[in-house]
C-alpha cells in the first residue's frame, strides 16, 4: 500500500509543454492501485483530452490539503516557487518533477517519473523542511502584508538605470545606508538563484540563515551578510527624485514603495515540505548544475 | 594675456545649489581684463540677478564652438557626462568645476576657482583626449542613431526583475549567448562608474580599450572582456516574452529594443577635449576617490 | 566592588610598543582596591620597571584561571587570536585592549582604559561566546592533533605559484574536488579576516556557521559555500608532484601534509568568552572597519 | 611545395606521455617530400626508437633558428610557456599541438595532426604576433635581468600564508602602496590564465594592454588595473619582517627580492610569432575552454 493515496497535481498555465509529463504521470498514477487524483485549474487545461480526465476533480490550490495528502508539481523550479507559498500554508508535502534539465527544487526527471515516484509513494524518499521568507510593508503607520518568498525578496528600482538609497536595520540594530541597484535577500533555497549571480554564497539548505547581497553598490566594500534566519529585516526606502523602488518575491513584482516605507522581511512561520528521491544529494545537485566537476578547459 | 578669451559656462537646470560656484566664478572671470562671457540656457536661469548679466550672452549650447574657446561645466560629473557629446562635436575644451567633492571629470573645487582657473587662462594645464561611444540600431535593415556616451551604453530589461538574452558580437565574430541583467559597455573614462560597480577593471584614460561587462550573467563563468578600442560591437536583441530592453546612453534611457534588433555601438569620431590643472595625476584622484590608501581598519 | 578581583595581563614578546598601554592599565588596576595583577611571561618582559612589578604574580598562560577571574589582552587582534584556544580551554573571559586602531575583537583602545574598564569591572559588559576549530590529521589511520583556530584554518602550498589539489567532504558526504591555490575554514569571527579577502561573505559573530572559500580555483563556478557551524569538514591532499600542502591556524603554519593526508575541521568544544564594552555593536564595527559610510568619492 | 621545409620539434622532458603524439607527429612530417626534421633534447629523449630517429638532428634550444623555419611545440600550453622567449629571440614561428585536452596556446589536437599542420605547411594559418614581459630588478643602483613572461609576471611571497608590502609606480607616477598576497602582471595572453582566477578581466590578445591584478588585498577597493602595454612598470617591495617576496615568471621562480629592491616589467622588444589553424577563432576557443555555452543547470 502506498504511503500517499490521494495526489494533486499543480502546474503553470503559462508552461504549454508539460502535456506529455502530465499525461505519463497521470497514466502511471491510475494504473497505481487506490491512488486518487486531483488536479488545480492550470493542470486541468492542459488535460482535458485524457481519458480518464472524468475521474480526476478539479480543485482550487488553496484547497489541496482537503483532498489530498501529496502534490506533485510539474514544471521546473519556477513552478515550484509559485506554488511555495500556498503548500507550505497547507502543511502539504511537495516533490517536483522537471522537463527537461534537472532543477535544484525539482529533482526527478520525466523519465524517472515511475522508478522514483514509485519509491517515493513506497515510502523511499528524504524530507526536507525549507523555509520562506515573509514581506510586509509599513507605511504611516500601517503594516500591510505583501506576499512570501522561497529564494529571494529583491528591492530594486522600479525602471532600470536609476540608483535606489536605503537604510538597512537588523534586530533594531542600524547596519548601513546604501546607494545601490538594490538589495538581495536570500534563503539557504535562494542562494543558488539569483543571489548567487549577485555575488552570495552558497548556503546549505539546512543552514538557519539569510543572506543580504548588495547589488552593484556604490561603495567597494560593501559586501554580502551573512545573518541567523531569525532575523528581523527592516529596509526604509530612501528619497531620490523620481525613483520608486520595487520589491520582488521570488521574482514577481509584488510592490511599489515610497520614500520612508519600511520594508520587513522575516521568516514565515510555516515551512515547505519538500520532499527528494531516495538517493539525492545536495552536493551531487551543486556539482551537475553548477558544473563543479569542469576545470578550465576541461571539455 | 590669456590662452583663452572668451569663454562659455555651462549646467544643468536640475542642479540648484551651484548658483554659488556660478556667481563666484563670473565674478573671477570678470575680473580678468578681455575676457567674454557666454552662457547657456541652464546657466541663465540661476544667474539673472548677477550685476553683469546684461553683459552675458545666452547661447545654446550647441553654438557654443561660435562665441567661446574654451567651456566650463559647474556641477559634478553627471553635468559633465550630459554636454560631453555636445563639446566633442564642436571640438571645444572643457574644465569642469565640481561642487562639494572631487569628481573624476569635473576636478577643480570651487574653493580653487581663482588658483587653478588663472593658472588654466595662463596656458597652465593638461590636455586629454577621452573618446565617447556612438550607439545606433538597425531594424529591419534600417539604421537609426540613438545617441553618443562618454561614460558607458548598458542594455538592460526597461522592468527590473526580468533576465534578458542578447547575442554578442565583435567585428563581426561572435563572442556569446548570455542571459543576464544587462551588458554594460564601457570606456575608460566609465571604467572608474558603472562598469566598476559591476565588476569590471579600472583601465587608464590613455588606453584604446573598450570593456563588456555582463550584469549577473546566468553564467558563472562569463568575465569581464576587455577589447580593443576600434572594434565593432553588435548586440542582437534575444526574444523573450514580454522583455522589452532598453538602452542607455550614461545613465539616460535613450531606446526601448524589441527581439531582433541589433545595436551598434563603436567608437565616435568626435573626440572630448578635456582640461585638467596643471598637477592633475590620474592616479591621485584614483587613491581620493576609491580610498586606495585606506586598509581594512585604518581609521 | 568589583565583579572581577584578580585580574590577569597577556600580551605578545615581539610587540614591544605596547609599554605605554601596559603602564597605563597597570597604574589604573592598582588604583582600584581590592584588585590582584597576574601576568604571564610576555607582558613580565615589558614591565621589570614597573614600581609595582614586586606585587605582580608571573604565570604561565595555561594555569592562568587557577589565579584569576578575567583576562586583559593588550595588543590588537593578533594577539587575541594567540591567546584564544588557551582561554578557551580555562573558560576565562577576556576583554582586549588595541593599541592604535580598533580591532574587530581588541575594541577598547587606550584612552578609554580608564571609562570602559571601569564599566566592565562595574558589570557593565556585553559577554559573546565565540567558538573556534579544531584541526587534526589522519595518516595512516592515526589521527593526530594539530592546532585551533578562531579565525580560520588555512590549507595551502607551501612555496607559493604553485596548484594543490583537493577532495572536500562534508559529514560524510562528497562536495567536490578542487584544484586552487587553496581552500579557506573560516568561523563568523575569521568572515572579516582573510576570508573576506579571498570574496567570502560576512557571518555575524552569533551565527552557528562556518565558510570554506576556494582560494584562487580553476574552475571559474566556484563559490563561497557557507555549512553548519557543526559539520564535520575533511579535505583529503591530492597528488601533485613535489606539492606538499601546509595547513595555518590563524596564519601561522601548524603541519606539512603529504598527498593522501585527511585534514579534519570541526568546532572545538570549549568557547571563547569574549567581553565587549556595553555601548559595543557588531554593525559599528564594520562601519567603522571596512569603511561602509564611504561611498565613491565622499572624502 | 611547403611553405616551411625544416621543422622543428620542442618538447619538455617532464612530460613523458608525449611519446605517442611525437612518433605520430614524425611519420606524418616524414612522408611529406623535402621536409628536414630537428629536435632538441626534450623531445630526442623520447625518440631514440623511432626508425628514422637517426636521420634527425638534435639541436639545442636557442639554436633552432640557424636549423628550422617553423618550430612545433607538443605537450600543452605549459610546454609553449617554456619556449616561448626563447622562440621569440629567435623569430621563428611556431605552431603548438596539445595532447589531450585544447590549449589556449596549443591548439592543435593529435588527431588533427594530418589535416590541420598539412594546411599550414600549404600556407593556409593565421599568424599572430603575441609579446611578452621583461622582468629585472634593481638593486643598490645595478640593473639585473631576471626573465621574461608570455603569460604573467607574479609577485609574492616566498612561503605562504603571509602578506607583503609594495609601492606601485606606472611609468614614474606613483599608483598605490598595497599590502596583499602579492601581485600579478599579466599579458592579454595571460589574461585567460592565473589572472583570471584572481579576478582580472579578459582581455583580447590583439590588445596592446597589460593587466595589474592585486590578490587578496587588505584593502577591499583594490581592483584590477589595465593599463598601456608600453608602460614601465616598477613594483618597490615593501619591509616587513622576515618576508623574503618572490618573482614568478610564467609559474617559475626567478628571483627572490629583498626590501627596498625594484622589480621593473615592460614589455619585451621580441615578439612570439604563434601560428594557429586557419579557423581559429579566440571567441571560440574562450566559450569552448570557460564553458561560456553552459548556463547554470545546463547539463
Redesign the interface.
Known amino acids: 500500500m502506498s504511503e500517499f493515496s490521494s495526489i494533486g497535481l499543480v502546474g503553470r498555465q503559462d508552461n504549454a509543454n508539460i502535456s506529455d509529463s502530465l499525461n505519463t504521470l497521470a497514466d502511471f498514477l491510475l494504473r497505481r492501485s487506490g491512488i486518487k487524483l486531483v488536479i488545480d485549474e492550470a493542470v486541468s487545461s492542459f488535460m482535458h483530452d485524457h481519458k480518464a480526465y472524468s475521474e480526476m476533480q478539479v480543485i482550487p490550490q488553496k484547497d489541496l490539503h482537503k483532498h489530498c495528502d501529496l502534490v506533485i508539481v510539474v514544471g521546473g523550479d519556477g513552478s515550484m516557487l509559485k506554488v511555495a507559498g500556498s503548500l507550505a500554508n497547507q502543511d502539504l508535502p511537495v516533490v517536483g518533477i522537471n522537463r527537461g534539465?534537472?532543477?535544484?527544487l525539482t529533482d526527478i526527471r520525466p523519465e524517472e517519473i515511475e522508478s522514483v515516484l514509485g519509491q517515493v509513494f513506497d515510502g523511499q524518499y528524504k524530507e526536507e523542511s525549507r523555509f520562506l521568507l515573509n514581506v510586509s510593508m509599513q507605511r504611516a503607520g500601517k503594516t500591510e502584508q505583501i506576499g512570501c518568498a522561497l529564494n529571494d525578496v529583491?528591492l530594486?528600482?522600479?525602471?532600470?538605470?536609476q540608483m535606489i538609497e536605503l537604510s538597512l536595520f537588523?534586530d533594531e540594530?542600524?547596519?548601513?545606508?546604501q546607494?545601490?541597484?538594490?538589495l538581495i535577500v536570500a534563503t539557504p533555497t535562494g542562494?543558488?538563484a539569483?543571489s548567487?549571480?549577485?555575488g552570495?554564497?552558497?548556503?546549505?539548505p539546512?543552514?538557519?540563515?539569510v543572506?543580504l547581497v548588495p547589488?552593484?553598490?556604490?561603495?567597494?566594500?560593501?559586501?554580502?551578510?551573512?545573518?541567523?534566519g531569525n532575523s528581523e529585516i527592516k529596509i526604509i526606502v530612501g528619497d531620490r527624485h523620481n525613483v520608486m523602488p520595487?520589491v520582488?518575491c521570488d521574482?514577481?513584482?509584488e510592490f511599489t514603495a515610497e520614500a520612508g516605507d519600511e520594508v520587513l522581511v522575516s521568516k514565515k512561520a510555516e515551512k515547505l515540505r519538500l520532499l527528494h528521491p531516495i538517493e539525492y544529494?545536495?552536493?551531487a545537485t551543486?556539482?551537475?548544475?553548477?558544473?563543479?566537476?569542469?576545470?578550465?578547459?576541461?571539455?
Open positions: 534539465r534537472l532543477g535544484f529583491v530594486h528600482p522600479g525602471s532600470a538605470a537588523i540594530e542600524f547596519v548601513y545606508d546607494a545601490s541597484d538594490g542562494s543558488t539569483y548567487m549571480s549577485a552570495g554564497p552558497i548556503m546549505h539546512k543552514l538557519d540563515a543572506v547589488m552593484y553598490p556604490h561603495s567597494l566594500s560593501s559586501r554580502p551578510v551573512v545573518i541567523d520595487q520582488s521574482g514577481s513584482v544529494n545536495y552536493y551543486c556539482r551537475s548544475k553548477l558544473h563543479w566537476s569542469k576545470r578550465f578547459g576541461s571539455s
